[in-house]
């Protein structure tokens, strides 16, 4: 059974390049980037499969996206080779065109290693400016590859940042306009503040977190409480009402999980088990037996990526982190 990935690169490949075209320019960065590596490795199609994923898309049509792109020579290349030279050429060019990303957005195309080596430089202010308007796994990496001194400064900055002076706002665009071409234009609503200092350092892991949290909470400890108050960890999958609980584990890969239950208490496994079907539940708890030793870092790993899909159903409004009860209705 194909993936949504795999599911999106079908239909994409089928429509042809202007419709293709028109449906890539509302995507994110890493949407494209999975779609465009997930073409490549497709290879003889039955109109079987090509039918079962429109039958799908008419049933499940799923809403879009509505952020700009601007294709770096990564996707590109990975374009080239799916599509051919001519046909990966026209692509490109009608993703691009009218498009308005450009400034921090761009960023949002470029190795993490490439931009903490551009703003590593810079300002705190200026770098926590930047990495609030990031994805926060790519403000977590970025953060990784700076000096103790400079991470937890910006950390501290990001806590607290919720409105962008003049001054600074000035300091951003004139930084962007020798990073990269076109500048910043600003339009982007500023996100700061303690919760997304606590979805960045969710991406953290390990000693980072420890270090960094304390550090926090040398310097204030009520803004420390603050931000633990909003860290969603893997362990916090208990708070999630079963229904919600369901809902991830249709999205959620059997080995990634397998993997991520390794480190987890006895009790969230429970909890996993019994939203399953009892076949696939009996099935679940034999391949967790059986699994041998396996690295803390690949079990954090797949943690990770289970949180990112629980963070993009709460943002989608389809799970509650908060628990299984309903807001009261007056």
Not at 195 to 223: C, H, K, S
Request: hydrophobic share 40%; proline share 2%.
């Amino acid at each position: 059974m194909a993936d949504g990935i795999e599911k999106s690169a079908i239909f994409l490949l089928t429509l042809g390049e202007n419709e293709a075209a028109e449906v890539l320019k509302h995507l994110e960065p890493k949407e494209v980037q999975k779609i465009s590596a997930a073409m490549m490795t497709l290879k003889n199609l039955t109109m079987t499969q090509i039918e079962d994923v429109f039958h799908d898309f008419v049933v499940t049509a799923a809403t879009k996206t509505t952020v700009g792109m601007d294709p770096n020579s990564y996707i590109r290349a990975m374009l080239i080779k799916a599509l051919g030279d001519d046909k990966a050429a026209g692509l490109i060019d009608r993703i691009m065109h009218n498009s308005d990303t450009e400034g921090i957005e761009s960023l949002k195309w470029m190795d993490p290693g490439a931009i903490a080596e551009m703003i590593g430089n810079e300002h705190p202010q200026i770098i926590a400016t930047i990495l609030v308007h990031l994805e926060p796994d790519q403000a977590a990496e970025i953060l990784k590859m700076f000096t103790e001194r400079t991470r937890n400064d910006a950390l501290l900055r990001i806590s607290t940042l919720d409105s962008v002076q003049p001054v600074a706002l000035r300091e951003l665009n004139d930084v962007l306009g020798k990073l990269m071409s076109g500048g910043a234009t600003g339009k982007k609503k500023l996100q700061g503040g303690v919760t997304t200092a606590a979805e960045i350092l969710n991406f953290m892991g390990g000693a980072l977190e420890t270090e960094m949290m304390e550090n926090v909470r040398n310097y204030d400890p009520d803004l420390a409480q603050k931000i633990e108050d909003k860290m969603f960890v893997f362990e916090n999958l208990l708070d999630i009402d079963d229904r919600g609980i369901q809902l991830i584990l249709r999205e959620v890969q059997s080995e990634s999980l397998i993997i991520a239950l390794k480190a987890a208490s006895e009790e969230l496994r429970e909890k996993v088990f019994k939203n399953m079907s009892k076949r696939a539940s009996e099935m679940m708890r034999e391949d967790l037996e059986a699994k041998g030793p396996v690295k803390l870092s690949e079990v954090e790993s797949n943690q990770k990526e289970i949180l990112k899909i629980v963070r993009r159903l709460s943002e989608e409004g389809q799970i509650s982190l908060g628990g299984g009860s309903e807001e009261a209705y007056v």
